[in-house]
């Protein structure tokens, strides 16, 4: 193709502010290559408002056109993009440079364990934001209260840059986590997770019946209307008369963060590639989207029980990608988000950073946090449990805290 592999993902800036970026991608294509690079763009902090990609099954062309923000590292962008286009050797029958990849061991896990004197309002978003900054990546997180007020933080985290074994890595970050914990700040330490983060990992088995039921229904809730699910938000539509190799898939729905992301790992999961496709958010704040789709085999979706669940599946991923709810438990206030786990193993970017940040806008102090993974009607859900600081609660109402955290995790 006599295209260098630095050309593969090309960043054009927007005349002046307020105008979109453009990102173009112009690589071999592989199945989930749409989703990978969604996530990216996601993870940066980037809203997609139009998107245009085609391919022939061997090389895929996609242009984004994204809004972006004054604090947007660019050439970072464009590096995390790169390493998920697959290697230009990929279409010329050398395989073995994808397979290399394919085969590399999980990422190390550490566990960054800290005690703070106390936890002053905003702190836990402070710390996400820093992790993020320093593209640790946050697995798993458990915040807990001690008798006399003193907090203990556990955050396990994975290294995007794969430096974290190094004593510089591990100087830098905690020189930095000094820096905004001040004088809170009693004790840090950085080693390798051992058992205790699968211990972790697990979280409470314990999940009450009413609770599972709300976050976790799989059935779009019949009746009139709620403050959180608008009527007829979404409208899925699957046409195998348009084209004659293609399933032609037609969304309209309400703009969301995340939403061509939700969109294509939802097709990643059901082994759906994109032919060619197009989208664009109109005037109203609706997506208008057009997918030209087959089967991994190359054949139409004809199965009328792989259409509806596709169909459902996609509906419900539009109108509802997050679970959010706050409930109560005797004298205690605790918030729930729960989010669907890819089939990869991958939870949703940036979430334990958007609620911590809901958090601190609404002026309400965390008591105690715990993040584990529940199979839940054959699916594995990331369940979020904050339990919240009761002297805040009777300032801010259950109501204006879920909406308050249900807004920013969707960018509304």
């Not at 010329?92 to 990422?107: M, W």
């Not at 974290?164 to 000094?178: A, G, N, S």
């Amino acid at each position: 193709m006599g295209i260098l592999y630095e050309d593969s993902v090309v960043i054009t800036h927007g005349e002046k502010s307020g105008d979109p970026h453009v990102i173009t991608v112009n690589c071999p294509d592989k199945t989930g290559l749409g989703s990978d690079l969604c996530r990216i763009v996601l993870l940066f902090g980037l809203s997609i408002s139009r998107g245009d990609f085609s391919t022939d099954g061997k090389w895929c062309y996609i242009v984004f056109w994204v809004v972006g923000k004054p604090s947007t590292r660019w050439p970072l962008l464009k590096k995390r993009l790169l390493e998920v286009c697959p290697s230009h050797f990929s279409t010329t029958g050398i395989r073995f440079y994808q397979q290399d990849k394919e085969i590399q061991k999980p990422p190390d896990v550490f566990l960054l364990k800290f005690w703070c004197s106390s936890h002053p309002k905003g702190l836990l978003h402070d710390v996400s934001e820093l992790l993020c900054d320093l593209e640790l990546t946050i697995r798993r997180v458990k915040v807990s209260t001690a008798p006399d007020g003193k907090m203990m933080d556990l955050f396990f985290i994975t290294d995007t840059r794969e430096l974290f074994r190094t004593r510089k890595r591990q100087e830098e970050t905690m020189h930095r986590l000094k820096a905004i914990l001040a004088d809170v700040l009693m004790s840090c330490e950085i080693e390798l997770a051992g058992p205790e983060f699968t211990a972790c990992s697990q979280g409470s088995p314990y999940l009450p019946s009413s609770i599972a039921e709300e976050l976790f229904s799989l059935e779009l809730p019949f009746g009139p209307p709620n403050r959180h699910l608008p009527s007829n938000s979404v409208v899925v539509d699957m046409d195998n008369a348009i084209s004659r190799s293609h399933t032609v898939l037609q969304l309209l729905c309400l703009d969301h963060k995340g939403l061509v992301y939700d969109i294509m790992r939802t097709l990643k999961d059901y082994s759906i590639q994109v032919s060619y496709g197009r989208f664009y958010i109109n005037s109203k704040g609706k997506c208008d989207v057009e997918l030209f789709t087959m089967q991994s085999d190359g054949s139409k979706i004809v199965d009328s029980n792989k259409q509806n669940a596709l169909c459902s599946r996609l509906r419900m991923e539009l109108t509802r990608p997050l679970r959010v709810t706050v409930v109560s438990r005797g004298p205690d206030t605790e918030l729930l988000v729960a989010n669907p786990v890819e089939l990869s193993g991958r939870g949703r970017p940036l979430v334990f950073h958007d609620i911590t940040l809901a958090l601190k806008h609404l002026n309400t102090s965390i008591f105690s946090v715990e993040i584990g993974r529940h199979m839940i009607h054959d699916r594995e859900w990331e369940v979020y449990r904050i339990l919240l600081d009761e002297g805040d609660i009777v300032s801010v109402q259950q109501t204006k805290i879920e909406e308050g955290v249900r807004n920013i995790l969707m960018g509304w």
